[in-house]
C-alpha cells in the first residue's frame, strides 16, 4: 500500500528533518533527488592561513555525528526514504567529499540502487592546504545511480555531448567554486552557507538528468541552488531544510528568478527517443524512387531498391551494410554517409528522415 497520497508540494520549500519530511511524501513521486548530505568531515580545532587568519569551514552543528556507525545509520535511513520517493526510472546524484563519499557508496549500492557514474569535480580554484600536511584537496565526487538494476533512466546523451562542444560528456568536470555574487552572505559579509556548490554544476547535472516539467528533490536545501537552477531549467522542486536562516534565504533568493523562455531551455534531445524511421518508408512515401543514385563521400555511389536496400557494385543490402561494405569498414552510419541531390546540391538522406519525423509530430 503506498505510504502517502497527499498532494505534492511543487516549487515549495519544507521546514523539517529530512527524514521525517520525506516520510510525508508520496511513493514514486520525484524524477531525481540531488543530496549534498552532510559530510562528517570530523574536523579538530580551528585551522590557521601562514598569516594566522582563521579559515573559515564548516563547523555547523549539522555536519558532526558521534561516530562513524550515528552518521552510517544517518545516512542508510534518508537514502530509504530517497528511494522510496523516486519513481521507478528516476535517479539520484549524491555529493562528497573523500570523508563521507566511500561510505555514502556503499550505502546507495547496499540499498538497492544501481551506480551509473562517479564524477570528479575539479576545482577550478581549489583552498590551499595550510598545514602542508596533505596534498591540495582539489576535488568532489559525485555518484549518479538508478533507482534499481534496469530503470530506464533520463541521460540527455546528445544535450551532454552540445554542453562540451560536441564531444562526449568525460566523468571529471571542472567548474570553479561558488565565489563572487554567487555566493550568498550574512549581515556581516561572512558566507551564508560554508558549503554553497555552484549553480554551473547543478545546471549541468539538470541538463543531462532531467526533462522539462521534472520533480527534483533536494533533501539537503541550505540556500536553495537546486531550486534556482531547477526554477530558470523549467524544472519544479521540492526542498527540505530545517535551518532557518537557510530556507529564508533560499526563498528570497529563488523568488528573485525568473525562469528562461521555453525556446532556449529546451535541450537536444537523444535521436534513441525519436521515432525510429525505416530507410524504406522514405521508398514507399515516394521521397526517393527505386533507381535513385546515392552518393558517398569517396566517389561511392548505389541505387535504391524497391525494398528499401540499395545495391553498389557486388554488394547489395541495408544503407549501413552497403557503406560499411565500400568503405572496408566493421560498421557505416548509412544515414550521414549517404546523400542525394536536391536543386543540385548534395543532402543528406537523414534529411528526409527529419522530414518524416516532424510529419510524425504535427500529425
Not at 528511494?83 to 538497492?112: E, F, M, T
Not at 527505386?290 to 552518393?295: D, Q, S
Request: glycine share 10%.
Amino acid at each position: 500500500m503506498p505510504r502517502n497520497t497527499a498532494a505534492l508540494p511543487r516549487n515549495a520549500i519544507l521546514d523539517g528533518d529530512c527524514i521525517e519530511t520525506m516520510a510525508g511524501l508520496p511513493d514514486a513521486c520525484v524524477d531525481l533527488v540531488f543530496a549534498d548530505p552532510p559530510y562528517n568531515l570530523q574536523l579538530r580545532g580551528d585551522l590557521h592561513r601562514p598569516d594566522n587568519s582563521r579559515v573559515a569551514g564548516v563547523t555547523d552543528a549539522w555536519d558532526r555525528f558521534d561516530s562513524m556507525a550515528a552518521y552510517d545509520a544517518f545516512s542508510r535511513a534518508w537514502l530509504a526514504e530517497a528511494r522510496r520517493v523516486l519513481k521507478p526510472d528516476g535517479a539520484i546524484w549524491v555529493i562528497g567529499s573523500y570523508h563521507n563519499i566511500y561510505r555514502l557508496g556503499a550505502a546507495l549500492q547496499d540499498g538497492g540502487f544501481w551506480v551509473l557514474n562517479d564524477v570528479v569535480w575539479r576545482k577550478a580554484n581549489p583552498m590551499p592546504n595550510f598545514r602542508g600536511r596533505r596534498l591540495t584537496n582539489a576535488h568532489e565526487t559525485l555518484i549518479w545511480a538508478a533507482s534499481r538494476e534496469g530503470a530506464k533512466y533520463t541521460f540527455n546523451y546528445d544535450a551532454a555531448k552540445a554542453l562540451n562542444e560536441d564531444v562526449q560528456m568525460r566523468s571529471d568536470w571542472v567548474i570553479p567554486i561558488c565565489t563572487g555574487a554567487e555566493r550568498l552572505k550574512d549581515a556581516n559579509g561572512a558566507k551564508l552557507h560554508a558549503t554553497q556548490k555552484p549553480e554551473a554544476l547543478l545546471h549541468r547535472i539538470m541538463v543531462i538528468s532531467t526533462r522539462p516539467g521534472d520533480l527534483v528533490l533536494d533533501p539537503f536545501f541550505g540556500t536553495g541552488t537546486t531550486g534556482a537552477v531547477a526554477k530558470r531549467l523549467g524544472r519544479d522542486f521540492i526542498g527540505i531544510e530545517r535551518e532557518a536562516r537557510y530556507r529564508e534565504a533560499a526563498a528570497t533568493r529563488i523568488a528573485a528568478l525568473r525562469p528562461w523562455g521555453r525556446d532556449v531551455r529546451e535541450v537536444t534531445a537523444a535521436r534513441r527517443a525519436e521515432p525510429r524511421v525505416p530507410f524504406g518508408q522514405l521508398v514507399e512515401r515516394g521521397l526517393l524512387a527505386p533507381g535513385a543514385v546515392l552518393e558517398g563521400p569517396r566517389g561511392h555511389t548505389a541505387r535504391v531498391r524497391a525494398d528499401g536496400t540499395l545495391i553498389a557494385a557486388d554488394v547489395k543490402g541495408s544503407i549501413h551494410k552497403v557503406g560499411a561494405a565500400l568503405e572496408g569498414a566493421p560498421s557505416c552510419n548509412g544515414w550521414t554517409y549517404w546523400h542525394f541531390r536536391k536543386d543540385g546540391k548534395r543532402v543528406p538522406i537523414d534529411w528526409l528522415r527529419q522530414q518524416v519525423r516532424a510529419g510524425m509530430a504535427g500529425g
